[in-house]
Protein backbone atom coordinates (compact mmCIF):
# COMPACT_ATOMS: atom_id res chain seq x y z
CA UNK A 1 0.00 0.00 0.00
CA UNK A 2 1.55 3.48 -0.88
CA UNK A 3 1.58 5.36 2.18
CA UNK A 4 0.57 8.75 0.49
CA UNK A 5 -3.10 7.36 -0.39
CA UNK A 6 -3.80 7.79 3.59
CA UNK A 7 -3.57 11.52 4.10
CA UNK A 8 -1.88 12.95 7.26
CA UNK A 9 -0.67 16.18 8.54
CA UNK A 10 2.81 17.29 7.47
CA UNK A 11 5.93 16.16 9.68
CA UNK A 12 7.69 18.81 11.24
CA UNK A 13 11.00 18.48 13.72
CA UNK A 14 10.91 16.76 17.00
CA UNK A 15 12.53 16.99 19.87
CA UNK A 16 13.41 14.26 22.42
CA UNK A 17 14.88 13.69 25.72
CA UNK A 18 16.04 11.07 27.98
CA UNK A 19 16.06 10.57 30.70
CA UNK A 20 13.05 12.50 32.54
CA UNK A 21 14.00 10.95 36.15
CA UNK A 22 10.30 10.96 38.31
CA UNK A 23 10.70 9.75 41.93
CA UNK A 24 9.05 6.63 42.71
CA UNK A 25 9.07 5.69 46.40
CA UNK A 26 8.55 2.21 46.82
CA UNK A 27 9.12 1.05 43.53
CA UNK A 28 13.18 0.42 44.07
CA UNK A 29 13.96 2.15 41.30
CA UNK A 30 13.19 5.78 39.93
CA UNK A 31 11.37 5.69 36.78
CA UNK A 32 12.94 6.84 33.80
CA UNK A 33 11.07 8.17 30.79
CA UNK A 34 11.73 9.86 27.34
CA UNK A 35 9.41 12.50 26.08
CA UNK A 36 9.56 12.95 22.17
CA UNK A 37 7.63 15.59 21.06
CA UNK A 38 6.86 18.49 18.03
CA UNK A 39 9.30 21.48 18.20
CA UNK A 40 6.73 23.87 18.05
CA UNK A 41 3.19 23.90 18.51
CA UNK A 42 0.74 23.86 21.64
CA UNK A 43 -2.27 21.58 23.01
CA UNK A 44 -0.01 18.65 21.72
CA UNK A 45 -2.17 15.10 22.54
CA UNK A 46 -0.21 12.57 24.57
CA UNK A 47 0.47 9.10 24.18
CA UNK A 48 1.71 7.01 26.53
CA UNK A 49 3.26 4.06 25.32
CA UNK A 50 4.38 0.29 27.40
CA UNK A 51 7.20 -1.22 25.63
CA UNK A 52 7.34 -5.00 25.60
CA UNK A 53 8.91 -7.47 27.81
CA UNK A 54 12.42 -6.45 28.07
CA UNK A 55 12.94 -2.98 26.07
CA UNK A 56 13.45 0.46 27.51
CA UNK A 57 12.54 3.54 26.60
CA UNK A 58 15.14 3.35 23.43
CA UNK A 59 12.69 1.21 21.99
CA UNK A 60 9.76 1.63 19.20
CA UNK A 61 11.38 4.52 17.09
CA UNK A 62 9.82 3.51 14.11
CA UNK A 63 6.31 4.56 15.92
CA UNK A 64 7.27 7.19 18.09
CA UNK A 65 9.37 9.12 15.64
CA UNK A 66 6.19 9.07 13.50
CA UNK A 67 3.64 9.69 16.14
CA UNK A 68 6.18 13.20 17.36
CA UNK A 69 6.44 14.55 13.85
CA UNK A 70 2.84 14.31 13.06
CA UNK A 71 2.08 16.29 16.31
CA UNK A 72 1.72 13.99 19.22
CA UNK A 73 3.97 14.28 22.55
CA UNK A 74 5.24 10.75 22.91
CA UNK A 75 6.28 9.11 26.57
CA UNK A 76 7.99 6.05 26.99
CA UNK A 77 8.69 4.73 30.41
CA UNK A 78 11.47 1.75 31.13
CA UNK A 79 9.90 -0.79 33.18
CA UNK A 80 11.23 -2.94 35.45
CA UNK A 81 11.45 -5.78 33.47
CA UNK A 82 13.68 -3.96 31.00
CA UNK A 83 16.78 -5.64 30.00
CA UNK A 84 18.67 -2.38 31.19
CA UNK A 85 17.94 -3.11 34.46
CA UNK A 86 18.67 -6.45 34.58
CA UNK A 87 16.48 -7.35 37.80
CA UNK A 88 17.04 -11.22 38.86
CA UNK A 89 14.05 -13.80 38.87
CA UNK A 90 13.98 -14.25 42.34
CA UNK A 91 13.85 -10.44 43.31
CA UNK A 92 10.97 -9.76 45.08
CA UNK A 93 9.50 -7.35 42.72
CA UNK A 94 9.36 -9.88 40.02
CA UNK A 95 5.50 -11.40 40.62
CA UNK A 96 4.07 -8.06 40.46
CA UNK A 97 5.83 -6.32 37.61
CA UNK A 98 2.59 -6.36 35.89
CA UNK A 99 1.41 -4.39 38.71
CA UNK A 100 4.50 -1.84 38.69
CA UNK A 101 3.78 -1.18 34.98
CA UNK A 102 0.45 0.36 35.12
CA UNK A 103 1.61 1.94 38.11
CA UNK A 104 4.56 3.52 35.56
CA UNK A 105 1.70 4.62 33.58
CA UNK A 106 -0.12 5.94 36.45
CA UNK A 107 2.79 8.00 37.90
CA UNK A 108 3.68 9.86 34.05
CA UNK A 109 -0.04 11.15 34.40
CA UNK A 110 0.31 12.44 38.06
CA UNK A 111 3.95 13.64 37.32
CA UNK A 112 3.17 15.80 33.99
CA UNK A 113 4.23 19.16 36.00
CA UNK A 114 7.32 18.05 36.29
CA UNK A 115 7.56 16.46 33.13
CA UNK A 116 6.76 19.92 31.06
CA UNK A 117 9.49 21.60 33.60
CA UNK A 118 12.16 18.64 32.57
CA UNK A 119 11.75 18.92 29.06
CA UNK A 120 12.95 22.70 27.40
CA UNK A 121 10.59 24.25 25.49
CA UNK A 122 7.88 22.10 26.36
CA UNK A 123 6.20 23.57 29.14
CA UNK A 124 2.46 24.93 29.36
CA UNK A 125 2.04 22.76 25.62
CA UNK A 126 0.40 19.62 26.94
CA UNK A 127 -3.37 18.85 26.17
CA UNK A 128 -4.02 16.78 29.28
CA UNK A 129 -7.63 16.59 28.17
CA UNK A 130 -6.30 14.12 24.86
CA UNK A 131 -4.53 11.23 26.36
CA UNK A 132 -4.21 7.84 25.00
CA UNK A 133 -2.57 4.70 26.46
CA UNK A 134 -0.68 2.28 23.55
CA UNK A 135 1.48 -0.78 23.43
CA UNK A 136 3.33 -3.51 22.37
CA UNK A 137 3.06 -7.46 23.72
CA UNK A 138 2.92 -7.29 27.02
CA UNK A 139 2.77 -3.76 27.12
CA UNK A 140 -0.15 -4.25 25.14
CA UNK A 141 -1.36 -5.59 28.34
CA UNK A 142 -0.44 -2.85 30.15
CA UNK A 143 -1.90 -0.07 28.41
CA UNK A 144 -5.64 -2.25 28.08
CA UNK A 145 -6.02 -2.06 31.85
CA UNK A 146 -6.28 2.07 31.91
CA UNK A 147 -8.69 1.07 29.12
CA UNK A 148 -10.74 -0.72 32.00
CA UNK A 149 -9.12 -4.65 31.36
CA UNK A 150 -8.27 -6.38 34.39
CA UNK A 151 -6.26 -9.23 35.36
CA UNK A 152 -8.73 -12.08 36.51
CA UNK A 153 -8.02 -13.39 40.28
CA UNK A 154 -6.60 -16.85 41.02
CA UNK A 155 -9.84 -17.95 42.14
CA UNK A 156 -11.19 -16.16 39.10
CA UNK A 157 -12.30 -12.86 40.24
CA UNK A 158 -12.49 -10.22 38.19
CA UNK A 159 -9.55 -8.67 39.86
CA UNK A 160 -8.95 -4.47 41.07
CA UNK A 161 -10.05 -2.20 38.72
CA UNK A 162 -7.04 -0.11 37.82
CA UNK A 163 -8.88 2.08 34.42
CA UNK A 164 -8.01 6.12 34.27
CA UNK A 165 -10.53 8.11 33.16
CA UNK A 166 -7.66 10.48 32.11
CA UNK A 167 -7.02 8.07 29.41
CA UNK A 168 -9.34 8.19 26.54
CA UNK A 169 -8.52 6.20 24.07
CA UNK A 170 -5.98 3.15 23.43
CA UNK A 171 -3.81 1.51 20.55
CA UNK A 172 -3.04 -2.29 21.44
CA UNK A 173 -0.59 -3.92 19.24
CA UNK A 174 -0.21 -7.54 19.40
CA UNK A 175 -1.64 -7.77 22.76
CA UNK A 176 -1.80 -11.51 24.63
CA UNK A 177 -5.42 -12.62 24.46
CA UNK A 178 -7.73 -14.76 27.45
CA UNK A 179 -5.66 -16.71 29.60
CA UNK A 180 -6.69 -19.54 31.58
CA UNK A 181 -7.10 -22.77 29.06
CA UNK A 182 -6.11 -20.72 26.26
CA UNK A 183 -2.13 -20.51 27.85
CA UNK A 184 0.48 -22.97 27.45
CA UNK A 185 1.59 -24.18 30.55
CA UNK A 186 4.78 -23.11 30.25
CA UNK A 187 2.96 -19.65 30.05
CA UNK A 188 0.57 -20.73 33.16
CA UNK A 189 3.65 -21.04 34.96
CA UNK A 190 5.73 -18.34 34.24
CA UNK A 191 2.99 -15.96 33.62
CA UNK A 192 0.14 -16.28 35.98
CA UNK A 193 -1.36 -12.37 35.57
CA UNK A 194 -1.68 -13.22 31.96
CA UNK A 195 -5.24 -13.92 32.75
CA UNK A 196 -6.61 -10.44 31.80
CA UNK A 197 -10.68 -9.95 31.35
CA UNK A 198 -12.15 -7.53 28.91
CA UNK A 199 -15.34 -7.44 30.18
CA UNK A 200 -14.99 -3.92 31.20
CA UNK A 201 -12.67 -2.76 28.45
CA UNK A 202 -14.81 0.43 27.46
CA UNK A 203 -12.30 2.94 26.71
CA UNK A 204 -11.96 3.36 22.71
CA UNK A 205 -9.28 1.16 21.66
CA UNK A 206 -7.24 0.34 18.22
CA UNK A 207 -6.66 -3.20 18.10
CA UNK A 208 -3.79 -4.89 15.72
CA UNK A 209 -2.98 -8.00 15.29
CA UNK A 210 -1.03 -10.34 13.17
CA UNK A 211 -2.76 -13.36 11.09
CA UNK A 212 0.63 -15.03 11.40
CA UNK A 213 1.35 -13.94 15.11
CA UNK A 214 1.52 -17.75 16.64
CA UNK A 215 2.87 -17.14 20.15
CA UNK A 216 4.14 -19.91 22.19
CA UNK A 217 2.62 -18.97 24.97
CA UNK A 218 -1.23 -19.93 23.79
CA UNK A 219 -2.31 -23.21 22.86
CA UNK A 220 -4.75 -21.26 20.35
CA UNK A 221 -3.49 -19.52 17.02
CA UNK A 222 -3.25 -15.83 15.81
CA UNK A 223 -6.42 -15.19 16.20
CA UNK A 224 -5.46 -15.21 19.83
CA UNK A 225 -4.14 -11.51 19.73
CA UNK A 226 -7.80 -10.07 18.30
CA UNK A 227 -9.36 -11.11 22.14
CA UNK A 228 -9.25 -8.07 23.19
CA UNK A 229 -11.60 -6.49 20.61
CA UNK A 230 -13.40 -9.40 20.66
CA UNK A 231 -14.17 -9.46 24.20
CA UNK A 232 -14.49 -6.42 25.12
CA UNK A 233 -18.13 -4.23 25.27
CA UNK A 234 -18.58 -3.15 21.92
CA UNK A 235 -20.42 -0.33 20.87
CA UNK A 236 -17.72 2.02 22.38
CA UNK A 237 -15.76 2.92 19.42
CA UNK A 238 -13.13 0.09 19.12
CA UNK A 239 -11.60 -1.14 16.03
CA UNK A 240 -9.63 -4.11 15.01
CA UNK A 241 -6.98 -3.83 12.46
CA UNK A 242 -6.06 -7.48 11.11
CA UNK A 243 -2.29 -7.54 9.45
CA UNK A 244 -1.72 -9.78 6.44
CA UNK A 245 1.55 -11.80 6.82
CA UNK A 246 2.17 -10.31 10.13
CA UNK A 247 4.20 -11.80 12.97
CA UNK A 248 4.81 -10.66 16.54
CA UNK A 249 7.01 -7.58 15.45
CA UNK A 250 4.09 -6.58 13.11
CA UNK A 251 6.71 -5.88 10.30
CA UNK A 252 9.87 -4.25 12.70
CA UNK A 253 7.60 -2.04 15.10
CA UNK A 254 10.33 -2.28 17.91
CA UNK A 255 12.98 -0.42 15.76
CA UNK A 256 14.46 0.11 12.72
CA UNK A 257 17.31 -2.62 13.07
CA UNK A 258 16.11 -5.24 15.07
CA UNK A 259 17.00 -8.86 15.16
CA UNK A 260 13.75 -10.36 16.61
CA UNK A 261 11.73 -9.19 14.10
CA UNK A 262 10.89 -11.98 12.08
CA UNK A 263 8.61 -10.30 9.54
CA UNK A 264 10.21 -7.26 8.25
CA UNK A 265 8.29 -4.86 6.56
CA UNK A 266 8.71 -1.19 6.57
CA UNK A 267 5.05 -0.92 4.13
CA UNK A 268 3.44 -2.81 7.20
CA UNK A 269 4.95 -0.65 9.70
CA UNK A 270 3.74 2.39 7.92
CA UNK A 271 0.45 1.49 7.56
CA UNK A 272 0.18 1.15 11.34
CA UNK A 273 2.24 4.30 11.33
CA UNK A 274 -0.67 6.13 9.84
CA UNK A 275 -3.65 4.06 11.02
CA UNK A 276 -2.83 4.52 14.40
CA UNK A 277 -2.44 8.34 13.67
CA UNK A 278 -5.82 8.21 12.10
CA UNK A 279 -7.78 6.20 14.80
CA UNK A 280 -6.19 8.79 17.44
CA UNK A 281 -6.82 11.52 15.88
CA UNK A 282 -10.33 10.99 15.38
CA UNK A 283 -10.83 9.72 18.79
CA UNK A 284 -9.31 12.28 20.71
CA UNK A 285 -10.76 15.14 18.18
CA UNK A 286 -14.51 13.89 17.28
CA UNK A 287 -14.23 15.99 14.67
CA UNK A 288 -11.73 15.07 12.64
CA UNK A 289 -12.75 12.44 9.62
CA UNK A 290 -8.86 11.18 9.79
CA UNK A 291 -9.89 7.59 10.51
CA UNK A 292 -12.87 7.38 8.05
CA UNK A 293 -10.79 8.43 5.48
CA UNK A 294 -7.70 5.83 6.40
CA UNK A 295 -10.30 3.06 6.21
CA UNK A 296 -12.06 3.78 3.25
CA UNK A 297 -8.46 3.85 2.00
CA UNK A 298 -7.76 1.00 3.32
CA UNK A 299 -11.42 -0.71 1.53
CA UNK A 300 -10.12 0.67 -1.49
CA UNK A 301 -6.69 -0.87 -1.92
CA UNK A 302 -6.19 -3.72 -4.62
CA UNK A 303 -3.95 -5.66 -2.46
CA UNK A 304 -4.32 -4.30 1.25
CA UNK A 305 -2.23 -5.12 3.97
CA UNK A 306 -4.75 -6.00 6.37
CA UNK A 307 -8.57 -5.64 7.05
CA UNK A 308 -10.43 -2.92 9.77
CA UNK A 309 -13.34 -4.14 11.44
CA UNK A 310 -15.20 -1.99 13.90
CA UNK A 311 -18.13 -2.69 16.64
Known amino acids: MKSMEIIVNAPT???????????????????QVRVSAPAAGHELPIILFSHGFGWSLDGYAPLVDYWAAHGFAVIQPTHLDSRTLNLPPDDPRTPLIWRHRVEDLKRILDELDRIEASVPGLSGRLDRSRIAAAGHSWGGQTASMLLGARVLDPDGGEGEDMSDSRVKAGVLLATPGRGGADLTPFAAERFPFMNPSFAHMTTPALVVAGDRDQSRLSVRGPDWFADPYRLSPGGNGKSLLTLFGAEHSLGGIPGYTVAETTDESPERVALIQRLAWAYLRSTLYPEDSSWAEARNALAEEPNPLGRVECD
Open 13 to 31: PVISMKPVVLPAPGRGEDL
